[in-house]
């Protein structure tokens, strides 16, 4: 029946305007929640995970196996060259750090606080985490003699020290022994996050020797991808160039921030939660609006099959019908739920006004301000999800339809 | 040619209520006849039977040459299609569509292509005097305008037989000889034969033949003996017996 039918389901949807644009409304509503909150949490997740590759892991870790759980200073890689042979030779890794890790008590003649020491070659480490940027008052590591030291805002206050001062670091040396070594403030970062109260930056020559370690010796070799898609097969090469004798472990940062990445699981199974409720919302408008409908309309079926219209015919109508309804409501919720996010992308979307504190996970700041971005696979997932709820709400008038008679359809008022 | 055939036809509704009791009759090709009787005497009932929108609880019904009994559901509906026009008492048209729309309707269930389907359905508008009105939705037809759409959506595709409940009913009385006049004028130049169903004494003058029915019988059948034209305003009309009007015409 061609473009026919179409134009006389469109135009049997409006019959009722003010009930065709409340479910229209309903539908659009929802699907402009869930695209909305799809899009913001992708945009926020991808934030999370960005904030931790460029201040924490990189995209991969290396170490000796075991280290990146158990964390002891004895477990580190004796001789790293083979390591950063191989990785130099890898033209899908951007940057390298190596990192000596200490764990120890640093002390000013004011206070005291238990820290983490992060020995580095702060030109390596530039490369690799953004603390540089962070970097509030004085300047950043450099790879001088004096034993400079760069701490976090949090802590420096705790301390009561500023840059200049003098504070001391205490620690336990693989060995057994005592490290303690005086060290000169030459800067303070600042990233809002719980690095700022537990961590400082020293020469790794300066970590070794607080530690006793050996002159090659690292804890940690962070490693920066040029494209994250690239990291299966850096690991997967990396594994077989080291296997399990070798006594270096990889791993990549999925593997490293595992808490992380269980909050942005039980994130996502959240939405899925969400986005169930709002279906089942929708579905009973589409219903409850379709139903009304054929009610309304049973005289006229019978008059159809009277002159001609094949059941099927008829209910191929009413199908369409709810259809194109739902057609109707998807492409507002879309236009309105992409229009949003662009705004956001644009604008960025502050979660201030909701939480008093800024939220940390495993040492990672959880930014308020969040830059959601347009993901077309979100409005397709959605807008598919409404159409076949449509389908499957389908079934009530299709019931209906397939029961009438037109005899008795034609005696309905 | 017979086009409708109701051997022996019963139709009970529980086993109380019965509509039709043993009722048969042929209607040939051409004729224009019309169902008389009070309400509740089964007229509605032999028209819905005929038309294949209900079956007998026993007993044939035959349209064109077709036994209504042993078909199924979408066999019926599509001989309703193809060779049945339908004519109800409260015009019944789509309420979204204009009037040349629900012409259409009709042509669209047959496929017609969208260009020869306006085409047909607007001339089908002009043949019942609604030329220049196809473009209104029936609020805004009187209900004598929306009888006559009502007539070119049953005509437009050129039915054997057009099915008629109770036309007039819900006229004025010059509204319902015009549109009589129309029925009788298509049934001449078209060849369409007339099935009605009525009480309307206007209807009854204008009929070839007269089936009365009370209590589910056929009390009385008779064919007109005046020409057809002089009928509408005829205040008396001479009828015979169907049975010695054919034995007159064949001899």
Redesign the interface.
């Known amino acids: 029946m061609d473009f026919f039918v179409l134009k006389l389901c469109w135009k049997n949807i409006w019959r009722n305007k003010r009930r065709t644009i409340l479910t229209v409304n309903a539908i659009g509503f929802g699907v402009m929640a869930l695209v909305g909150i799809y899009n913001y949490y992708d945009g926020f997740h991808e934030q999370v995970i960005h904030n931790v590759i460029r201040y924490q892991s990189g995209h991969l870790v290396v170490g000796a196996p075991g280290y990146q759980t158990r964390n002891l200073p004895s477990m580190y890689i004796k001789s790293p060259a083979k390591v950063e042979s191989w990785l130099s030779h890898r033209p899908e890794v951007k940057a390298v750090s190596e990192r000596v890790i200490v764990q120890g008590l640093v002390s000013s003649a004011q206070g005291s606080a238990n820290i983490l020491f992060m020995g580095i070659e702060p030109k390596q480490e530039r490369r690799v985490t953004r603390f540089a940027a962070n970097i509030v008052k004085g300047k950043y590591l450099e790879a001088e003699k004096g034993k400079p030291i760069v701490l976090g805002k949090a802590l420096s206050k705790l301390l009561k020290v500023d840059v200049g001062s003098k504070v001391v670091a205490l620690t336990q040396g693989v060995d057994g022994s005592i490290g303690n070594e005086l060290f000169r403030v030459v800067g303070i970062f600042e990233t809002q996050s719980d690095a700022d109260k537990s961590l400082a930056f020293i020469n790794i020559g300066d970590a070794r020797s607080l530690l006793s370690l050996p002159p090659q010796a690292v804890h940690q070799v962070s490693i920066v991808l040029r494209e994250e898609t690239e990291l299966d097969k850096v690991y997967a090469d990396f594994q077989s160039a080291f296997p399990k004798g070798s006594h270096i472990q990889i791993m990549t940062w999925q593997q490293v921030q595992r808490p992380l990445m269980a909050m942005i699981e039980l994130n996502k199974s959240a939405n899925r939660l969400l986005m169930i409720i709002i279906l089942f919302v929708a579905a009973m408008g589409i219903a409850n609006s379709i139903l009304m409908s054929i009610m309304e309309r049973t005289r006229e079926f019978g008059v159809m099959m009277a002159i001609g219209t094949l059941k099927a015919e008829v209910i191929q109508m009413v199908v369409v019908e709810t259809m194109l309804l739902s057609t109707v409501g998807v492409l507002l919720g879309n236009f309105l739920g992409i229009a949003i996010t662009m705004y956001f992308n644009k604008h960025g979307f502050d979660l201030r006004w909701l939480t008093s504190q800024s939220i940390v996970v495993q040492g990672t700041i959880i930014q308020t301000i969040s830059y959601p971005s347009v993901r077309w696979q979100n409005s397709f997932m959605i807008t598919t999800c409404i159409m076949t709820l449509s389908l499957l709400v389908s079934v009530i008038p299709i019931r209906h339809i397939s029961k009438l008679r037109a005899v008795e359809a034609l005696r309905a008022h | 040619m017979e086009v409708i055939s109701f051997k022996a036809v019963t139709k009970d509704y529980g086993a109380s209520a019965t509509a039709l009791k043993e009722v048969s009759f042929n209607i040939k090709q051409g004729e224009f006849t019309a169902l008389a009787g009070p309400s509740g005497s089964g007229k509605s009932t032999i028209l ?1 039977l005929a ?1 294949g ?2 079956i007998p609880s026993t007993g044939k019904v035959l349209l064109l040459d077709k036994d209504l009994t042993k078909m199924d ?2 066999a019926l ?2 001989l ?3 060779s ?3 004519v ?1 008492q409260a015009y ?1 048209l ?4 204009t009037a040349v ?1 629900n012409v ?3 042509l ?2 047959k ?1 017609v292509p ?1 260009q020869k ?1 306006k085409r047909l359905a607007e001339a089908a508008l002009e043949e019942v005097g609604m030329k220049g009105l196809g473009k209104r939705f029936p609020a805004q037809l009187s209900g004598g305008q929306q009888q006559r759409v009502a007539i070119a ?2 005509i437009v595709s050129e039915p054997k037989i057009v099915f008629a409940d109770e036309p007039t009913a819900n006229l004025d009385s010059t509204t319902a000889e015009r549109l009589l006049l129309l029925f009788r004028t298509l049934n001449e130049t078209k060849k369409i034969t007339f099935l009605f169903s009525s009480h309307d004494p206007m209807v009854l003058r204008i009929a070839d033949r007269i089936l009365e029915i009370s209590d589910g019988r056929i009390k009385s059948d008779s064919v007109r003996q005046i020409p057809v034209t002089e009928a509408p305003g005829a205040t008396s009309i001479v009828r015979v017996p169907a049975a010695l009007h054919s034995s007159r015409r064949a001899a």
């Open positions: 819905n038309a929108l209900d559901g979408n509906t599509l309703r299609r193809n049945v026009g339908f109800f019944n789509f309420p979204v569509l729309e259409e309707y009709q669209a269930l496929g969208p389907r959506r049953a």
